[in-house]
């Protein structure tokens, strides 16, 4: 079962523009995205999927530099499409697709996926999104093939081929999706690079945890978090609404 890594990113951001080449703790945000993939036994190979927008050139040639397989897709919305390109040049059986303001992604929650969707082969994804019990910005979605495959073929309008992952969702009649939830719920954390503010709580949080060699793991990251005098607003959900 050839497992990828997908990494979604383009340079484009409202709020924070070029977040995924700013650093953390020496090091661009994306590195760390994939720093932790490559830790995750069962993935033989990583993906940088974004568009052909020149904006996206100087991360595209990062990703060439750090010997990913780079897919640039022509419609900038195109979500859809960018799935099918990582797939179709892989030849992979299942994708693990991690957005690029999650430099915080566990490697040990997606092994968890990974392990799940292995013990049922009736399953056609895993994802800790279905019922919210990790923090935001350790989501992932692992999808086998057949659902990317028709996804491609099947979703026609600009919104769904926009909003893929959250139409495979919605329809449960179509796919069979797994959800990874945790014992206690933490959902109330919010751990995702959006805002200046949310950079700056998470480049601390980098600085005082990110060793080389080593992965820090989501409950050192709490600790970190209920060990400071006071935790910043953006590190709750409730603080950034719908952001």
């Not at 079962?1 to 709020?15: F, N, P, V, Y």
């Not at 909003?163 to 109330?188: A, C, G, M, Y």
Request: hydrophobic share 45%.
């Amino acid at each position: 079962m050839k497992t990828i890594g997908l990494i979604q990113a383009r340079m484009g951001s409202m709020r924070l523009p070029g977040k995924v080449m700013r650093p953390l703790a020496g090091r661009p945000l994306v590195w760390h995205i994939l720093d932790r993939l490559r830790r995750v036994e069962d993935i033989s190979q990583i993906v940088l999927a974004t568009t052909v927008a020149p904006e996206n050139d100087p991360l595209a040639a990062w990703g060439a530099g750090e010997g990913l397989t780079v897919v640039r897709h022509p419609v900038e919305d195109d979500i859809a499409g960018r799935l099918a390109m990582a797939i179709d040049a892989t030849g992979a059986e299942v994708m693990v697709k991690i957005n690029a303001d999650c430099p915080l992604v566990d490697p040990g929650v997606i092994a968890s996926a990974l392990a799940l969707l292995r013990a049922d082969q009736n399953a056609d994804g895993v994802t800790n999104k279905l019922k919210a019990t990790y923090p935001l910005g350790l989501s992932i979605e692992v999808l086998r093939r057949n659902v990317i495959d028709w996804c491609d073929r099947n979703l026609t309008t600009a919104q769904d081929r926009e909003l893929t992952v959250k139409w495979i969702f919605d329809h449960p009649e179509r796919f069979r999706i797994l959800s990874l939830e945790t014992d206690q719920n933490e959902s109330r954390y919010n751990l995702t690079v959006d805002t200046p503010a949310d950079y700056a709580l998470i480049s601390d949080i980098f600085d005082s945890l990110f060793v080389a060699g080593r992965t820090f793991d989501w409950r050192e990251v709490r600790a970190n978090l209920e060990n400071r005098a006071s935790i910043p607003a953006c590190a709750y959900l409730e603080s950034v609404g719908a952001s």
